[in-house]
Each structure stands twice: as structure tokens, then as C-alpha cells.
């Protein structure tokens, strides 16, 4: 056995709370009985109709109704019941039963206070159970009036004006048993437009045909009255071939005529079927129906009047159908106004997001693409006012921007520290103290409103970056809905992400840039430090090997010059011994390259460190026949000059660098700046030359040993060398630099030494 699903379920209580609504009343359940069958007792009928003075007074007075034309002749329920025939009796026995019901349902709802889901467009509720008994009315004339002008459809006019009358019960039932609910799929129908079947089937399972058969089986209603209720409304072709098709589809066509006159209210708002169409299928001719038009107004007016249901007459129902078509007409041209004022704000969107898009450049920064969403939110949505809080993921800090409309930025402020803000909502995030001043005036206006832009992923644990949009302007104003801001939210929110990930690429990109300098650098000074270790190994066997040959060298000329007599003899011995000690100096220098002294460190005094080495300079110049030297100092400001260095070491890096700079101008000022006191214990020393400069040749070799671009024989080309050397040694670095004006700038920068195992030199 099958298990019953959560919807079959839900259609049973319905349908159980269906069969709830209120039977007919004893005498009209009665006579519906009495009158079907076959063998029907008119004694018991007549007498049935004499216990109630209501139905005995309506029957009398349709006997006054002008087509009998009978006048005050009939005065008793029998000779009435006999005149009319049983199922006009029938028929008007229905009416004031059905009335009754639906008088009483509605008197019963006009004591209560309607909420929102239980009204509809106007505010007005959404089931009229007043417009529903016109309407009812009207299609069950309206039936009687197609049966009775086409016999040859062979329908009765009576059964015809009953099943017309009862053909909407299922409407009652279901708004019985589920007003809320049975409101809301009206209002959901009305707001649609749509006729109200398939919302009833959307929301509840079962539409009104069904559960209006299931009150006709319940009242034990006619076979044919229960399926003109379940069938009616559907297209007469694809009707099932049973004995009363025509009637169903003669109830049909009467709805849609009704429906289209705007007599009463039927629950549908969908479009109305063609009646040309609806009656070529029942082969009535076109345009007979506006023929019976008149007769139809005067007949809903005669029978409401006679039944004593309604004090309408053919000027009133004429006047309410005129009203009723006005009102529809408003709706729908509101509708068509709202529709139309989407349509330009979706266009306004769509065309506002276009901008946007297309004013995108490729590469922009962060701060460029929040301006531009600014902007577009100016155009789109109006205002004065336009701040945006952005932080790029949860460690980076909080940028907080003010733009003008055009996107300019007109303020900004970074925030540190304010972590904790981006676990709170958007409207709190932008009411933050920190937030408020950092966007100055106006921030704290009352009439501010956020908007969030992007929001880091929650599935990558939060991250991402967060951009929150701080306005004044009014989207609704602007005929925005939220499908029109979502659609601009996600333009930003995509060209915002798109500029975080460039920032980060291009970041990305400068570091291994970066990186890659570095580790060609340290590729350099391993390759460097790998050559000067081999020249110590080839110097230092050298020296060992070469040492006591150039000793024996060196004295032994010395020794033969002094014995000589000839002048010029000795002078060759001379240059002998001095070649040999140059030799040994080279190869001292050599050994200092690749094995430089372990420095002394101790306080040392900047300024005297710098006279030294001029001193040390000024010998050396003078040695190679420079005496025209002018070097002047630059002394720092403050009176403490005591750095933490080896005083000798320091003095020989300078020396080195102001020799060639008094070699590179000679004659000129040299002039030499200490800065002391710099951060971590650094200090400085710059030495300025007025020369030529340095050549793009010196600047890819000026530190290789033995480079120079002077005359051969001229100089070794080991003092930049050496410098560097022992500036690395005392943890320094020597750099080189075109000087404004022309000229070089040397410029060693001495780090903060170390105690070595010597201790302070004495």
C-alpha cells in the first residue's frame, strides 16, 4: 500500500474542511430530492413549499413575472407550482438557499478586521462575496438566456439557469474552509493576472472545480449540475464525450459573457475567452450574443427583484458593469504605469551598469575602481553624499574614502587596529565612530544609507575583501527595485574584486622581481666571494712562493747599487728593488682581498676617522704627484661624533674613496659629509668629486680588482676593491651615484660593528 505524501495530506484536510460548509436548508434539500426523482410527488412538493411563508412568497411572485403573464390571478403555491413546472421551482428554491449562505458568510467577514494577505490590490477584501452572488446570478440568466434563444443545443433552460447559478460553489467552499489562505492565492492571482485555478492548484493543491464537486456530491446535487461544476471553464474540444457536454459547454461561454460585461466579481483576472470563438464550438453564430445583451441587463435586474434578493435594477447593475470595467481599466493601467516605471529603472540600471563597465581601465587600483563605483551610484541612484569603507582581507587595514559624484576622492583616511569590525553588519559598520570621522561631515546624517558592495567569501574562512557603499540617495525614488541594485552590486562587487586581484598580482610581480634582483645579487657576491677565495688560495701560495725570491731580489739590488760606481747602473739596481717591493705590495693587496683582517671594534671619533684618512689620501696623492688637493668637510650637527667601529679599518675604506676622488678632479674640491646617529648605530660617509663621472663601462666594473679606465701603468685598480671590502667587513656597504651638477658620489654607509673577540682596541 502506497504511503500517503505530505501533498495528498494537506489536499485531504482541505477537502475535509470543505465538507464542513453548511448544507442546504431542510426544505430546499428536500425538494432537490423530491424533484430529481422519477416518480416525484407533487402533493408532498406543494406542501413542502407551503411550510416556508419565504419560498411560498417568492414562488407567487414569480407568477407575476411578465412572460406568464398571469398577473394577481395565481394566489396559492399550488396552482404556482403547476404554472411554473418543477424546475424553475427548482431553480429558485437554489437561488435564495445559495444566497443565504453567502449573505451570511459575508455578514459574518464585514465584522472582522481585515489583514494584508486577506485583501487585494485596493486594499479592498479579497473575496466579494456580494460581487460573486451578481456574478452568479448573471451567468445562471445568462445560461437560461443561451438555452432558451438556441433549442437546438436541446439544454434546458431551467437545468441551465441551476447549473450556471452554482457553478463558482467551490470558490465559497474553499474560502470557507481557508479564508487566509484562500485570500492569498486571489491576491497572488490578481497581482498575476491570471484566472485564479492554477494558483489554487500552486498554493493548495486542489483548485475550486474539485472542491466544488465535492460539495455538490455532499448536497446530492444533480450528476449533471456536479460536472458542470468540475468541467466548466475548460475548452469545449477537449470536454470528455458525456451526456451533458453541451450544458457544460453552454455554462462556459455563458462566464466568459458575463465576464465580459463585468457583472459582479468571479475570482479570475486572467484574459477573457473570445465569445465568437467559445460559441463557434457550440455553432451559435457571431454576434448573437450582443444581441441578447438588453435581455440579459433586464433579466439579472427582473430576477434579482423578483426573488427579493436585491433591490438592483437594469440602471444600477448597467452602472456597477460600467464601474466594475473602469476599475479593471485603472488597475491595469497602473499596473502598465508601474510596469513601465520598472521597465525605464531596469533600463536605467542596465544602462548605468554599462557605464560602469565600460569605464573600467585595465589596471586600475583599488582606489580608482571605488570612485568609479561611486560615481555610477550617483547616476544611478541620486544623492550628495559618497563614502566607501573597504578592507582588502582580514589583515589588511581599513581604508575609509569620501568621493565627490564625479568619483574624485575628496577624503581618506587608513584605520588600523579595527579588526573586530568586520564581523559586524553593514549598517553598523558604517554608524562606527572611526567609520564617521574618518568620512567628516555629513557622515552622521540621519538620512545616510549602506549598501555593501562585496563581502568576503564565508567559505574561504572570511577571506577577500569587504567594500561598503555609505549614500544618501534613495534607489526607490529612482524607480530602482532590488533586482535593478543587485544588478549593479554585482558589477562593482566583480570590478572590485578584479582590481584587489590586479593590486595583488602586481604586488605578486614586485616581489619576485624583487626577489629575483636579490638572488641575482647574491648569485654575484657567491660567484665574487668564490673567485676572491680561489685568488686567496692562488695570493697566498703565491706569497709563500714568491716572498723570499722578491726578498733576495730586493737586497741583492740594493746591495749592487751600492757597490756601483756608474750612475746609471745604479739607478736600473734602484728600479730593480723598487719593482720588487710593488710586486710584494700587489700581492699583499691581493691577500687583503680575499682575506680581509678581523676588524678591532671600539668608540672611535666620526670626524677624527675622516681627517685620518685624508691625511692617509693626501700621501697617497702626493706620492703620484698630485699636490693641488682641496678637501673640506661636512661635520654633522650634533656634538657627539662617537660611532662603535675600528677606527683603522674605517680610515682605510676612506682613504681609498677620497684618493680616487682627488684622482678623478684634480685641483677641484673634494668634499667629504658625516652623518652620524642614524637608526641602529649606522653612520655615514659621502665624498663628492667634481670629475666626469662615472662611464656605463665603470659603472658594471668599478669594483672588480685591477679594473681601471686610467692610462696603463697609471694606477692597479684595486682601491675601490679594497674599500668595499673592508666596508663589508665592518658591516658596511660602499655605493656609487652620479652627483648633481656632475661628478661621483661615493657612499659608504658603516653598520653597527660588533665586539669581536679582541674587545675594544686600546
Known amino acids: 500500500m502506497d504511503t500517503p505524501t505530505p501533498r495528498t495530506r494537506r489536499i485531504e484536510l482541505i477537502l475535509h474542511q470543505v465538507g464542513r460548509l453548511p448544507t442546504l436548508s431542510p426544505v430546499a434539500a428536500r425538494l432537490m430530492k423530491v424533484a430529481g426523482a422519477d416518480d416525484a410527488d407533487l402533493d408532498e412538493i406543494i406542501g413542502l413549499m407551503e411550510t416556508d411563508p419565504a419560498l411560498s412568497a417568492m414562488v407567487l411572485g414569480l407568477c407575476r413575472r411578465a412572460e406568464h403573464g398571469l398577473g394577481d390571478k395565481i394566489t396559492t403555491v399550488r396552482r404556482a407550482v403547476v404554472m411554473l413546472g418543477l424546475e424553475a421551482v427548482q431553480s429558485a428554491v437554489l437561488s435564495v438557499s445559495v444566497y443565504e449562505l453567502m449573505h451570511q458568510r459575508g455578514s459574518d467577514l464585514d465584522r472582522i478586521e481585515f489583514d494584508e494577505d486577506e485583501t487585494g490590490a485596493d486594499g479592498a477584501p479579497a473575496f466579494d462575496h456580494a460581487g460573486l452572488w451578481k456574478h452568479a446570478v448573471a451567468v445562471a440568466v445568462a445560461s437560461e438566456l443561451i438555452a432558451r434563444s438556441e433549442r437546438k443545443l436541446g439544454v434546458s433552460p431551467d437545468g441551465a439557469f441551476v447549473s450556471g447559478l452554482l457553478a ?6 474553499l474560502e470557507f474552509s481557508l479564508p487566509r489562505g484562500y485570500a492569498r492565492v486571489l491576491r497572488t492571482a490578481e497581482i498575476r493576472r491570471c484566472d485564479s485555478a492554477a494558483i489554487e492548484r500552486e498554493l493548495l493543491g486542489l483548485d475550486h472545480h474539485t472542491a466544488g464537486r465535492r460539495v455538490a456530491e455532499r448536497w446530492d446535487l444533480p450528476e449533471a449540475v456536479r460536472d458542470v461544476i468540475w468541467l466548466h471553464g475548460q475548452p469545449f474540444a477537449g470536454l470528455p464525450d458525456i451526456e451533458w457536454k453541451i450544458e457544460v459547454g453552454v455554462i462556459t461561454l455563458a462566464k466568459a459573457w458575463v465576464r465580459g460585461l463585468h457583472i459582479g466579481w468571479s475570482g479570475d483576472f486572467g484574459e477573457v475567452a473570445s465569445l465568437d470563438e467559445v460559441s463557434a464550438e457550440l455553432g451559435i453564430g457571431p454576434g448573437r450574443l450582443d444581441e441578447l445583451t438588453k435581455a440579459l441587463i433586464e433579466g439579472v435586474a427582473d430576477r434579482c427583484n423578483l426573488l427579493g434578493l436585491d433591490s438592483s435594477a437594469e440602471p444600477g447593475i448597467l452602472l456597477e458593469s460600467v464601474s466594475r470595467a473602469n476599475g479593471q481599466l485603472s488597475l491595469l493601467n497602473e499596473r502598465l504605469t508601474k510596469r513601465a516605471r520598472q521597465a525605464a529603472a531596469q533600463d536605467a540600471a542596465l ?31 541620486g544623492g550628495g553624499f559618497f563614502g566607501i569603507v573597504y578592507s582588502g582581507g582580514p589583515d589588511e587595514p581599513w581604508q575609509v574614502c569620501r568621493f565627490s559624484a564625479q568619483g ?41 544609507r549602506t549598501l555593501p558592495v562585496c563581502r568576503p567569501d564565508r567559505k574561504r574562512g572570511g577571506d577577500g575583501p569587504t567594500a561598503v557603499l555609505v549614500y544618501d540617495g534613495d534607489p526607490g525614488s529612482a524607480g530602482l527595485d532590488r533586482a535593478c541594485v543587485d544588478a549593479l552590486i554585482s558589477a562593482w562587487a566583480s570590478a572590485v574584486r578584479a582590481a584587489v586581484h590586479g593590486e595583488g598580482t602586481t604586488r605578486l610581480g614586485e616581489h619576485l622581481a624583487d626577489a629575483n634582483r636579490r638572488v641575482a645579487e647574491m648569485q654575484a657576491q657567491l660567484t ?12 697566498a701560495g703565491a706569497a709563500h712562493e714568491m716572498n723570499n725570491p722578491l726578498t733576495i731580489i730586493s737586497g741583492q739590488s740594493q746591495l749592487l747599487g751600492a757597490r756601483l760606481e756608474d750612475e746609471r747602473d745604479r739607478v736600473a739596481a734602484a728600479k730593480i728593488a723598487e719593482a720588487a717591493r710593488d710586486l710584494s705590495d700587489l700581492i699583499t693587496s691581493m691577500h687583503l682581498l680575499s682575506r680581509p683582517p678581523e676588524p678591532k671594534v671600539g668608540p672611535a671619533d666620526a670626524i677624527g676617522v675622516v681627517r ?51 684622482e678623478a678632479a684634480p685641483g677641484q674640491i673634494v668634499r667629504v659629509g658625516v652623518q652620524t646617529g642614524l637608526s641602529e648605530g649606522r653612520w655615514q660617509v659621502s665624498v663628492v668629486d667634481r670629475g666626469s ?56 654607509e658603516f653598520g653597527a660593528a660588533v665586539l669581536g673577540e679582541a674587545g675594544l682596541a686600546a
Open 168 to 173: 463558482d460553489l467551490g470558490r465559497l467552499a
Open 351 to 381: 544602462t548605468a551598469s554599462a557605464e560602469f563597465c565600460a569605464s573600467l581601465v585595465p589596471g586600475a587600483s583599488v582606489t580608482d575602481t571605488l570612485g568609479r563605483v561611486a560615481r555610477s551610484a550617483a547616476r544611478a541612484m
Open 408 to 448: 574624485k576622492v575628496t577624503r581618506s583616511r587608513v584605520v588600523e587596529g579595527e579588526a573586530g569590525a568586520r564581523g559586524a553588519t553593514i549598517s553598523a559598520l558604517a554608524q562606527m565612530p572611526w567609520v564617521v570621522e574618518a568620512l567628516g561631515d555629513g557622515a552622521d546624517d540621519d538620512e545616510l
Open 528 to 539: 665574487e666571494r668564490e673567485s676572491m677565495a680561489r685568488l686567496g688560495e692562488v695570493t
Open 612 to 662: 685620518g684618512a685624508i691625511k692617509a689620501a693626501t700621501r697617497t696623492a702626493c706620492a703620484d704627484g698630485d699636490t693641488s688637493m682641496h678637501v673640506e668637510i661636512d661635520e654633522p650637527q650634533t656634538n657627539d661624533h662617537t660611532v662603535l667601529t675600528d677606527a683603522a679599518m674605517a680610515s682605510a675604506v676612506l682613504a681609498r674613496l677620497i684618493a680616487n676622488a682627488i
Open 693 to 748: 663621472g662615472l662611464s656605463a663601462r665603470a659603472r658594471r666594473h668599478a669594483f672588480d680588482p685591477f679594473f681601471s679606465e686610467k692610462a696603463a701603468g697609471r694606477q692597479r685598480g684595486l682601491g675601490l676593491a679594497e674599500a668595499r671590502t673592508l666596508a663589508e667587513r665592518l658591516g658596511g656597504r660602499v655605493h656609487l651615484a652620479d652627483a648633481p651638477g656632475g661628478g661621483t658620489v661615493a657612499t659608504v
